[in-house]
């Protein structure tokens, strides 16, 4: 479903006004034929209300609204209908030369259908940014989830230890030493454990319960100096395991 924020952003709505627009946009396929009347009736308002809603997010009249609304609202049941299109060729063929499905699979069914314990993010660095844009991600789809990084975490990883489900982490050489002293605590409590690394053998894939290896280009530049596209590689993984996510959970 579109997300009606974006269209009334900066603009002077009231709550009557979201209703009307959510009702609007929620039965797209039928309003047009309805007309002002009816929706102001089951809205119980009247139709002067709409015409004004219209005018206040800059359209003529209703009609004129309907027309700008309508490709916005088709695109969006497009994409949620066909998400296979929605990645190169490439870059797909690249992840899974280094990852199968069943490590998808097992990522959606041990951390992302978890419900009663939260999903633990926690990276330094250049990863810590992958890290805040996963957790962003997680937030959307209402995943309960904790984001940390650096020594900063040491506390908060400790004081919630009981009610963490699963920690997953970010390192692109895989040898991080604050990413190692996590999973070590995390295994010791039964914590499920997942990395995201290099493709290259590192400690911090062997000690992980789960690994997604992530082509790096210069294996060897831990201070990331050098042009890389190992993020722009981490961040499409992340997209191409919740959209399986997705898949799984619309069946």
Do not use: W
Request: glycine residues 4%; proline residues 2%.
């Amino acid at each position: 479903m579109i997300d009606i924020s974006k269209l009334i952003q900066g603009k002077n709505v009231t709550e009557l006004d979201i209703q009307l627009l959510s009702y609007i946009v929620e039965n797209m396929d039928h309003v047009l034929k309805q007309g002002v009347r009816h929706i102001a009736k089951v809205n119980y308002t009247s139709p002067a209300t709409i015409i004004r809603l219209s005018k206040k997010l800059g359209y003529t009249g209703f009609v004129d609204m309907y027309y700008h609304l309508l490709p916005l609202v088709k695109e969006v049941d497009e994409k949620k209908g066909n998400v296979e299109d929605d990645f190169p060729d490439i870059t797909t063929k690249e992840f899974f030369n280094c990852n199968g499905m069943e490590t998808i699979h097992q990522f959606i069914h041990k951390v992302m259908q978890m419900e009663q314990t939260y999903i633990f993010l926690y990276a330094t660095g250049f990863s810590a940014i992958a890290a805040e844009y996963l957790y962003k991600k997680l937030l959307v789809l209402g995943k309960k989830t904790i984001l940390a990084s650096g020594m900063d975490s040491i506390g908060v990883f400790e004081n919630n230890l009981d009610h963490i489900g699963a920690l997953v982490v970010i390192s692109k050489s895989g040898e991080t030493q604050q990413v190692i002293d996590k999973l070590v605590a995390a295994k010791e409590h039964n914590i499920f454990t997942v990395s995201f690394t290099k493709e290259i053998e590192n400690r911090i894939a062997n000690i992980s319960d789960l690994n997604f290896k992530i082509m790096d280009n210069n294996k060897l530049d831990d201070r990331n100096m050098l042009p890389n596209i190992f993020f722009p590689r981490l961040l499409m993984a992340f997209e191409l395991i919740l959209k399986e996510y997705l898949k799984t959970n619309a069946r």
